[in-house]
């Protein structure tokens, strides 16, 4: 069947891009491989921007930009905008962005997650409902996390020793923690 996603990018795409995504609403993603949004490894984007969305039943990550994985700091997106949006009943993560290794000489990514909700997402044993690692400039607010991330965390933040980090106006009930 292979893996399938309603917006991503061709692999190895050579050119930056720019994504906006508004108004539009996602679901009944069944199988485990299926994603919504997705950037593909060795893509980069400029600047994504996805507002007032609707994410529900879908079995893989919602918004991923976790695809660069060889440790020598490439990352998917310079610029990621979350906002307005809701995540419901998912069983991967809602956003999942990641650049890893310490390559100085990029200061990205940069990302606002803001005034979005995350209802019964990623419960599974050491799951994320929002999952940031290695991001370079962050800042989390007003978000509501309901039901999620129960087992292991609301809001996970891995490699985050010199990164600015903001969490802020945020609602955690009966979820997971936020572990940096």
């Known amino acids: 069947a292979g893996v399938r996603h309603a917006i991503t990018t061709a692999e190895g795409m050579i050119q930056p891009y720019l994504l906006e995504v508004k108004d539009c609403a996602f679901y009944n993603f069944g199988e485990s491989t299926q994603f919504a949004i997705r950037g593909a490894q060795n893509t980069f984007s400029d600047n994504i921007v996805i507002e007032n969305c609707y994410f529900h ?8 930009y976790g695809a660069e994985r060889e440790d020598i700091g490439r990352y998917n997106a310079e610029n990621i905008t979350i906002r307005g949006c809701v995540f419901e009943n998912l069983l991967g993560l809602g956003v ?8 100085e000489s990029t200061g990205g990514p940069c990302v606002v997650i803001e005034d979005c909700e995350f209802r019964n997402v990623c419960n599974k044993g050491r799951g994320s409902a929002l999952r940031a690692i290695g991001v370079q400039d962050l800042t ?3 978000c509501r996390f ?13 490699d985050t020793p010199w990164e600015k980090i903001v ?8 979820s997971g923690r936020i572990i940096a």
């Not at 039943?57 to 991923?64: Q, T």
């Not at 999942?96 to 390559?103: A, F, K, V």
């Not at 969490?167 to 009966?174: A, D, E, I, P, S």
């Open 57 to 64: 039943d879908i079995s893989g990550n919602a918004v991923d």
């Open 146 to 158: 309901v039901d999620s991330g129960r087992g292991g965390a609301a809001i996970r933040l891995d």
């Open 167 to 174: 969490v802020k106006g945020c609602t955690l009930r009966n």
């Open 140 to 142: 989390i607010e007003d």
């Open 96 to 103: 999942n962005i990641y650049r890893g290794g310490s390559d």
